[in-house]
Structure formats: structure tokens, C-alpha cells
């Protein structure tokens, strides 16, 4: 039996520790607040803050973990090379967890690796965000270097836009990095993740892609498979070996790229379960985080094989003010009268404007919008 130490214990946390809880393994699920989603499901949890780089050491000493798997951006990653050194296998590995928790710094390697990617430059500070922007020329997105789900992302069309920028950057970035990217805005045809799996002596293995929508930076749909050309999707995934296998190590990978007519554009990178990939549990033999379980444990993956066209609608708390509230989540025996609908509500204690709570899941599009319009988010205090 492994013990894996899951650093983070959102809901792409939980559902993986649900799959490897179906393989034998001991989870130990740590983020800086109690009762977080993954913890609901782990053997046992530990609280503090992963950015106390002390801590952190203090916790994998004492728990002794045989894989360590990171969850989120918000964690001292330089420290897991240390870890890494006393011969403690950090998922994929150090070196991927530490640059791609740094948008920069994965942005950089890709264009070392002569990737290509949206023009960018970087501010420390809003005159300097001033100046990029005016180089990068309007309208561009501005975000910070350290964030998640498109926290802190926002569109500049002139030069009024730029204070807003900065403040949503800096004040919805993860981390301690006052620093920000200012990115070319591509005229993309569709934006897709494509999941991508390193194997222990075995071939990289690739789902479908999956195709998503966002709205201010932040997904709130998916859906799988995304029709491209083969030759787009023969390009997309020689991208994703080369800069996968330059990273290191072993597991699941969400690559994104922006797709144009006969072009891929590199976007991002997460070393772990995409939320995107959130489908594949409706859609997929073995879903991300079987996928990502497999990888890591050393396991066989068979054929990938999309069972059946699926989508994923996110379901938010909107139109609240209170910063933090308990809540209670009505609708859901309505939406499950149709067909075809899953849902997954991820037990997040605490609600807020934006957070996401939950998704649905279905073989349609309309049959996901029409299950996510039956279900209501309200504070518990309402009642």
C-alpha cells in the first residue's frame, strides 16, 4: 500500500483520492483550511499553510510519505527539490510542480523549447504593467504569474483598464509573488485541454480533446470530444510529448492550447487533473483522476476510450457580497430527473461570490444548462 501525501484538497483533490482509495492506497489530504473536499474522503488530514516552507518540510518528515502529489499553486515548491533529494517522489516531478506553479517560468522553458506561445511580457508593479501593455498593444489579457482557474485574469481594451487589472491581479493571485503577465490576445478558433499521461517505461498515452468556454478567465463549460483536424491534433500532442517529457516524472498532465485554422498555440500547462477534465468522468473509460492515480502508482492504462460525447456545466455561487457563508444547495432532485444528468456537488464548507461548488454533467448541452437553471445556491441563514 502507497501513502501519498496530497498537497491541496480541492475537488480535483477529492476525486483523485477516491481513485486511488479504489487502489490500495493510504491519502493524507493537507490545505490551510479544515474539512476541505479531499479531506471528506481521505484516511487522515493536516492543516497549515503550505507557503511556510518549514512546515511543509515539518509534515512530509513526520507523515514520511512514499508519493507526494500537489493539488494547488499555493505551495512553497521550491522546497519539494529538497524532498525530492531525500529520495521522496514529488508527482510528475520537483522541476514540473515548480515551474508550471509559475507562469512564467513555464512560459520561458516553452519558449527555450521553441514552443510557440501568445507574446507576453512581465510587471512588478502598475507602471511597469503600463508599459507592457502598451508593447503588447490592446486588447491583451493581463493575470498574475501564480493563480488557478483564471483567478485574477482580465481583458484590457484601452488604457483605462489597466488599475483594474492590477488590483484583480494582485489581489486574486495565489502565492507570494507580486508579479504579473501581460499576453497577446489570440483570436482563437476553440481553446482546448488536452490530457495528457506519462508512463513508467511505457508510452505517452493522450485523451480526446476536451474543448471549454470561459468567462473571466475562468472555465465554466466542457465537453468531450472537441472535433479538430488530425493534423491540428498531431501537432497539438507532439507539443504536449516534447514539453511534458522536458519536465519530468510520471502522471497526468492538462496541456491547453488555443487552436486557429492551421495553428496551435500553446497556453498553459497543469502537472496534475485539469478542472476542464472534470467530463471525463461522464465521458471516459477510466476518468483524470483513474488516469492520473494509474500513472503515478506505476499501473497499466489500456486504450483511452470516450464512451460517449459528454459536457460539463460549473455550479457557482453568484450574486452574493458575503465574503465567506454557510449555504444550502436546492434543485438538485429536479435536475436529476433527466437524463443523462450527473451531478457532483464537492462539499466545499464555506461559499462566495464565484466559488464553484459543483458540476454537472450530461451527454448534452442543453440538457446541462437545463439541469444547472433547476439548481440554486442560498445562505443557510436565509432559511
Request: charged fraction near 25%; glycine fraction near 6%.
Amino acid at each position: 500500500m502507497k501513502k501519498i501525501l496530497l498537497l491541496g484538497s480541492g475537488e480535483l483533490g477529492k476525486e483523485f483520492v477516491i481513485s486511488a482509495k479504489r487502489l490500495g492506497c493510504e491519502v493524507i489530504a493537507c490545505d490551510k483550511y479544515s474539512n476541505a473536499p479531499a479531506m471528506q474522503v481521505s484516511d487522515n488530514s493536516v492543516i497549515f499553510d503550505m507557503l511556510d516552507g518549514k512546515k511543509l518540510s515539518n509534515v512530509i518528515n513526520e507523515i514520511k510519505p512514499d508519493l507526494i502529489v500537489p493539488e494547488i499553486e499555493a505551495i512553497r515548491t521550491e522546497e519539494l527539490y529538497n524532498i525530492e533529494n531525500k529520495g521522496i517522489t514529488v508527482v510528475p516531478s520537483a522541476r514540473a510542480v515548480n515551474l508550471t506553479m509559475n507562469r512564467d517560468a513555464i512560459r520561458d522553458r516553452a519558449n527555450e523549447l521553441n514552443i510557440r506561445t501568445a507574446k507576453y511580457k512581465y510587471a512588478h508593479n502598475s507602471n511597469e504593467l503600463e508599459s507592457g501593455v502598451k508593447a503588447i498593444g490592446f486588447p491583451c489579457i493581463v493575470k498574475p504569474v501564480m493563480s488557478s482557474s483564471g483567478k485574477g485574469q482580465t481583458l484590457v481594451k484601452d488604457i483605462k483598464n489597466i488599475p483594474l487589472a492590477w488590483e484583480n491581479a494582485t489581489k486574486n493571485m495565489r502565492g507570494d509573488r507580486i508579479k504579473v503577465i501581460i499576453e497577446e490576445f489570440i483570436d482563437f478558433e476553440c481553446e482546448i485541454t488536452l490530457l495528457t499521461i506519462r508512463q513508467k517505461n511505457l508510452k505517452t498515452v493522450f485523451c480526446p480533446p476536451i474543448a471549454h468556454k470561459q468567462e473571466n478567465g475562468d472555465y465554466i463549460e466542457s465537453w468531450q470530444p472537441e472535433s479538430i483536424s488530425q493534423m491540428l491534433l498531431e501537432k497539438a500532442q507532439d507539443i504536449a510529448e516534447i514539453i511534458t517529457k522536458d519536465l519530468g516524472g510520471h502522471g497526468l498532465f492538462g496541456v491547453e492550447f488555443f487552436i486557429q485554422k492551421e495553428e496551435v498555440i500553446f497556453s498553459e500547462l497543469s502537472p496534475r487533473p485539469h478542472d476542464t477534465g472534470m467530463v471525463t468522468m461522464f465521458t471516459q473509460n477510466l476518468s483524470e483522476f483513474d488516469l492520473h492515480a494509474r500513472a503515478i502508482l506505476g499501473y497499466p492504462i489500456p486504450e483511452v476510450v470516450v464512451l460517449r460525447k459528454g459536457y460539463s456545466t460549473v455550479i457557482k455561487a453568484d450574486g452574493f457580497k458575503n465574503k465567506g457563508f454557510d449555504y444550502k444547495i436546492k434543485g438538485i432532485e429536479k435536475a436529476l430527473e433527466l437524463n443523462n444528468v450527473d451531478i457532483r456537488i464537492f462539499g466545499k464548507p464555506k461559499a462566495w461570490n464565484g466559488r464553484r461548488l459543483g458540476v454537472v454533467l450530461s451527454d448534452s448541452r442543453e440538457s446541462c444548462k437545463k439541469a444547472r437553471n433547476f439548481i440554486t445556491i442560498h445562505q443557510k441563514s436565509s432559511f
